[in-house]
């Protein structure tokens, strides 16, 4: 399937890797978590609620529907965190989170 | 000693309040939840991106930079304390000033105010529509800032619906950058939206720009819409199903929908700081009750759209007369708020315009099908939440607590409003009587590791 976010300008920008769902990824520097996951892939987590999918929704920090997981446990809020070269993302919640 | 003055928000409201204060001598701090300073309507992309002001901001261009280089100015020479990727979280007031709790870069902090300027801003007024849960549905303002700060398009083929100013500029603004913009679907029918023209006349500039806008947006954009139905697969949205101004069902295939019905105030931040709010009947919401310099409590003052819902021009001079209020409340000298308050005046009547030419569609919202999803964030019906209304009456807060709308992550923020209108109707009830949700701290969610940290 493919991304679900186009990128229409400034895509000459050097290539960030990272990881998600523990496979390699790539992204562009400047890119927020938000924007290398979804045009890495179409998802950022599962809904708590209810069996479908998130993506993100006012991509301001409003409406914090963009919380996702780290490989380490952390998390952080997609649309507002910038990507940095190693991040290891997950859009499900690790399976040694208690 | 000199005032220690905390302004929330670094958008151009906070901006123009900054200057005040340090045109005066002071040194604020300036709490900012973006990377760079501008806000929302300005935003700048990250460093190391080269598309123009012109191209990112359009006719806006020279104010947004101006606002930008003003600021920059003002930190590179150390005459303010700018806290960029930080929230204000909470908030604790005293007779002498307060404090507030934030969130940033370095974990959980303080930060002591003898007067506190919030300029928190505004996010898009969004109403549900049957579908609208699904992963590829955003808010226009989304939509925007995806382009403008990241370079991206929500989807390959994109519906835009709602009503306000910014569906206009957002459907514009992506047409040019190359997105494909299936439809764009203004709930406002053509007679209403010309019934605003009388007051919209106060700025015929901004009005004759966006009438220029619309048409050439051609035949993609549609007045007098109803929005039925977005048609989504796990993936995503399919198409939106809508019914055209003469009632004739239509079907528009698409693979992402933003919507916003113009803006609500963000007003978490100044209720914890304890302002009052009385329901606007213009803006259909509650808004702060302040002064017309934006006092709104002894040393509390607001700012921008977080304020009144007057865009970035309105933000810009408010932000100035709260900071001029600040002054002049300190005992310092301050400039004559009167030929600001007059633009306001001015401003304030265009917005009216705006609000009536482009209303929120409370009919609509009655009318949702039980079905609905009215709460996004833990998936709440419209249904859920009229029963909830049968049981514990026509009270906001107390349809929260048993529906839970307005619980979940977004503490309201995008459903508050609508809840309010469906829980006044079911019970036969005025929407002002319903009350509204009592903000809770904290404002934002701060991972409980930052605070254990501490």
């Not at chain 2, 000693?1 to 958008?11: E, K, L, Q």
């Not at chain 2, 002498?96 to 870069?105: D, E, I, M, N």
Request: hydrophobic fraction near 45%.
């Amino acid at each position: 399937m493919s991304a679900r976010l186009v990128r229409l300008a400034e895509a000459d920008r050097p290539l960030l890797a990272f990881r998600l769902d523990g496979r390699a990824a790539t992204a562009l520097d400047g890119d927020t978590v938000l924007t290398a996951m979804l045009t890495a892939g179409r998802d950022l987590r599962q809904a708590e609620f209810g069996s479908g999918t998130r993506a993100g929704f006012c991509l301001m920090g409003a409406c914090q529907d963009c919380w996702v997981w780290t490989e380490g446990g952390g998390r952080l809020r997609a649309c507002s965190t910038p990507l940095v070269e190693g991040m290891a993302l997950l859009t499900r919640a690790p399976d040694t989170w208690p | 000693m000199t005032a220690r003055v905390v302004i929330v928000g670094a958008g151009p409201a906070g901006i123009r309040a900054a200057e005040a204060l340090v045109g005066a001598g002071l040194h604020p701090v300036v709490l900012d939840e973006g990377e760079r300073a501008g806000g929302q309507i300005y935003r700048r992309p990250p460093a190391g991106f080269t598309r123009s002001p012109a191209k990112l901001y359009g006719s806006e261009a020279g104010r947004a930079v101006a606002l930008h280089r003003l600021f920059d100015r003002m930190a590179a020479d150390g005459r303010l304390t700018h806290r960029p990727r930080t929230s204000a979280i909470a908030v604790r007031t005293n007779t002498a000033g307060g404090t507030l709790q934030l969130h940033g870069p370095d974990g959980v902090g303080e930060v002591g105010f003898d007067r506190l300027i919030v300029a928190t801003g505004a996010s898009d007024r969004v109403l549900p529509v049957l579908g609208w849960e699904a992963p590829g549905v955003y808010s226009l303002g989304a939509a925007q800032i995806a382009l403008k700060a990241q370079g991206v398009a929500l989807g390959r083929r994109i519906v835009l619906a709602g009503s306000g100013p910014l569906l206009t500029l957002v459907a514009s603004q992506l047409v040019k950058a190359g997105a494909e913009v299936a439809a764009v679907l203004d709930t406002s029918p053509l007679a209403t939206q010309l019934s605003g023209l009388r007051e919209m006349a106060a700025r015929p500039g901004l009005t004759a720009r966006g009438a220029a806008m619309r048409l050439r947006l051609g035949r993609r954009y549609h007045a007098g819409a109803t929005l039925d139905e977005i048609v989504a697969s796990p993936e995503g949205p399919v198409a939106m199903l809508w019914r055209d101004a003469k009632g004739r069902p239509q079907r528009t295939t698409c693979d992402a929908v933003a919507l916003g019905w113009h803006l609500r105030a963000e007003t978490h931040l100044a209720e914890l700081a304890g302002c009052g709010f009385d329901y606007s009947d213009t803006w259909a919401q509650w808004l702060p009750r302040a002064d017309p310099q934006g006092r709104a409590e002894d040393r509390l003052y607001l700012a921008g759209d977080g304020l009144r819902l007057l865009g970035a021009d309105g933000a810009e001079l408010s932000g100035r007369l709260a900071g001029l209020a600040c002054l002049a409340d300190l005992g310092l000298p301050a400039a004559d708020p009167a030929p600001d308050l007059k633009r306001l005046a001015r401003m304030l009547r265009f917005a009216r315009g705006l609000a009536h030419a482009f209303p929120w569609p409370a009919a609509a919202l009655r009318a949702l099908p039980d079905a609905t999803c009215l709460c996004r964030c833990e998936a709440i019906t419209a249904g859920a939440l009229r029963e909830a209304a049968d049981y514990g009456g026509a009270e906001a807060n107390r349809a929260k607590s048993l529906s839970r709308v307005g619980m979940g992550r977004c503490q309201g923020r995008y459903c508050a409003l609508a809840a309010a209108e469906i829980v006044a109707s079911h019970a036969g009830t005025a929407v002002p009587e319903v009350g509204r949700l009592r903000a809770q701290a904290p404002v934002r969610p701060c991972p409980i590791g930052a605070a254990a940290q501490d």
